[in-house]
């Protein structure tokens, strides 16, 4: 692997661990080069395929789901950790369902289940791009429907 500072094509592993509830291997390395330490991550290649709105598959991407996420999650409090373990938890949830190739929209849905349990403002921004809002009523027709979720949900407890 190459090391982000210099990058020379050679390191060692100084530690390596289970981490993400046995789902991954966290590796700490040292350049032989220059000496930095840096930190890498091993995962179960995922057979998951995404369709498309239009039909298109592609490999289901883990980053690419956090990145869409954190620009809703953007200036609110809600640390990487738990987004990370939001979308470990929606990617398991997919993997569970059994099927190896799953429609963009099902994951939209997911990704909206699991923000509106973690931030409104977040889930309202998210829905708004997922669900493509035009107009300033169907911001409030989403926030009412939290609110309302979010009242039913306390009234349970």
Excluded at 13 to 22: E, F, M, N, T
Excluded at 111 to 131: C, I, N, P, T
């Amino acid at each position: 692997m190459k090391c982000p500072a210099c990058t020379f094509p050679k390191d060692k592993v100084i530690d390596s661990r289970l981490c993400k509830d046995g789902q991954a291997i966290r590796r700490r390395r040292e350049c032989l080069q220059c000496h930095r330490r840096y930190t890498t991550y091993e995962y179960i290649e995922s057979a998951l395929m995404v369709v498309k709105k239009d039909g298109r598959r592609e490999a289901f991407d883990h980053q690419k789901l956090i990145s869409g996420i954190r620009r809703a999650v953007e200036k609110r409090p809600i640390s990487i950790d738990a987004l990370e373990r939001m979308v470990e938890t929606i990617e398991n949830e997919l993997q569970a369902g059994g099927h190896n190739e799953v429609p963009a929209d099902v994951i939209g849905e997911h990704v909206m289940k699991h923000l509106q349990e973690l931030d409104g403002v977040a889930y309202v921004r998210f829905a708004s791009v997922y669900r493509s809002f035009r107009e300033v009523s169907e911001f409030a027709d989403a926030a009412k429907s939290f609110s309302e979720k979010s009242q039913q949900k306390n009234i349970k407890k």
